[in-house]
């Protein structure tokens, strides 16, 4: 799986982060970076939870 960001709709809320934040950081002009692109199968659960909770949607999983 990969993490696609639609970054024009990303309002760097850090809700992300907060759930997954071994994959997900907000640097200090809030910009949203995806340290994980392909997050390991153990880490797939939380990094789908992340993406379900994202408020704008911004957020999304595809296949390889």
Known sequence: M???VDYPVCEANAICMGLAP???ELDDD?????????????MLDRVRHAV???PKAAL?????
């Open 2 to 4: 990969k993490i696609k």
């Open 30 to 42: 809030d910009q949203l970076h995806v340290l994980l692109p392909e997050p390991p199968p153990e």
């Open 60 to 64: 999304s999983l595809e296949e390889n």
């Open 52 to 54: 379900r909770s994202c």
């Open 22 to 24: 071994e994959v997900f």
